[in-house]
């Protein structure tokens, strides 16, 4: 049996179309939306790269054992978004040291990039709220995505 190898892009290059529902009452995306899709693009890089919400996120039958809030978000728009425009997310997660990591995302419709973003993730332990190491599936997300294609899924 051959093992599966992805590329990168199939977990750090997103695409969606913009919806009417993302608009605000002057026909382009509200503000707020680009940092949605952040964390949207996000989730879906981890899951299509193998880790489970469930590792990551709290659900009602489980609580990680790592938390990982975000600490500093940033957003900078270079080009309206309406209604129907195709989008494509890139992501840039970088480690920052053992317990810190942060994703830089890059969004453009078409040929021309639209709008940047950043957030960074601290990771706490969930019982005490203190500092901790990252959990060994998000290392190994952050360590595939630097290394780029090639690379087996979890």
Known sequence: MVAEVMRSDDWLLLCRTVRFGDTDAAGVVHFARL???CHQAYEESLERFGVAAATVFPTLAAQPDVALPIVHCSADFRRPLVCGDPLAIALEPKRLD???FEVSYRFSSGEQEVARALTRHLAIDAATRERCPLSEPINRWLEASSLGSGI???
């Open 152 to 154: 087996q899924p979890l």
């Open 98 to 100: 053992p317990g810190c």
């Open 35 to 37: 940092l949605e899709w």
